[in-house]
């Protein structure tokens, strides 16, 4: 279908685009900057060709908001420049740089190639396809259509205060280390370097598990469009959660080597799904 192929010739020179400009500037935050602007895009052209359905729309609507809202979330820590090729590098990128897989240069290219540009930007594509199924049915806007647009709404404001929480805690943090004060000689809770109020005190990710949820939510108007409980389209969603195990082990990894009670956190607390609080 002509959708598909004009996706597709996005999702392919996104990901020329980052693999040449990561690997000319040493950044390789170039698809973090556009993994919040191109599932817009794409749901937008997916309800253009679908005469503006108002499920579709409703889709687009709802991607849109959840874009601006991280757009905006990595904005405020430096991501984005006049300059665009320039900007803050997520700093888990450094980490694994420095790994032992990628001593050699050619490998981190090879990694940069296939992980980072390409199946990353493929991954964003695939997490709208819901609005692709979507497309081709002419299943009025039902109940079920309704559920899933108020539970993805209600993940977005669940992954906002997660951002806003952290940001708060982070912010505050680093100022105070700033004015030359020792990690260790903070009040608490910033003395342990890492957030455990708010939504943090209940899950070790809520912002990881609220986006999940995200896409979830969103594959559900794929079956309020009449394309049953399991369809291909899930596969996205699906794909995504497999990458937040990852992020998630990653982050850990690198927050138990910097700070001493990480790893005590984590046993008392969820690592995605709210449960028992921090005490």
């Known amino acids: 279908m002509a959708v598909l192929k004009t996706l597709g010739t996005i999702c392919a020179l996104s990901a020329a685009f980052c693999f040449i400009v990561g690997e000319l500037t040493g950044n390789n935050s170039q698809m973090d900057k556009l993994w919040s602007i191109l599932p817009i895009i794409y749901c937008w052209i997916i309800a253009a060709n ?125 100022a105070m280390i700033g004015e030359g004060r020792k990690l260790e000689d903070l009040p608490a809770p910033y003395n342990l370097g890492f957030n455990t109020s708010g939504l943090w005190r209940y899950s070790r990710h809520p912002n990881y598990f609220a986006e999940q949820g995200t896409w979830a939510a969103f594959y559900i108007f794929s079956i309020g469009a009449g394309m049953g409980i399991l369809n291909w389209s899930v596969i996205g969603a699906l794909l995504l959660m497999v990458l937040f195990q990852g992020s998630a082990a990653l982050a850990e990894e690198i927050s138990s080597g910097k700070y001493p009670e990480y790893e005590a956190y984590c046993k008392k607390v969820s690592l995605f799904i709210p449960g028992k609080k921090y005490e």
């Open 50 to 174: 679908g005469g503006f359905a108002t499920r579709l729309v409703v889709m687009a609507v709802l991607a849109t908001l959840w874009g601006a809202r991280l757009t905006y979330n990595f904005a405020r820590k430096g991501a984005y420049k006049l300059k665009f090729w320039e900007g803050e590098e997520d700093y888990r990128w450094a980490v694994v740089r420095s790994g032992p897989a990628f001593k050699k240069r050619w490998t981190w290219a090879l990694f940069d190639l296939f992980f980072i540009s390409i199946y990353q930007n493929a991954l964003v594509l695939m997490t709208t396809f819901p609005a692709l199924v979507a497309m081709k049915s002419d299943a009025p806007f039902g109940w079920v259509d309704l559920v899933a647009a108020l539970l993805m709404l209600g993940f977005i404001i669940w992954e906002t205060v997660a951002d806003e929480q952290q940001w708060a805690f982070q912010t505050r943090k680093w």
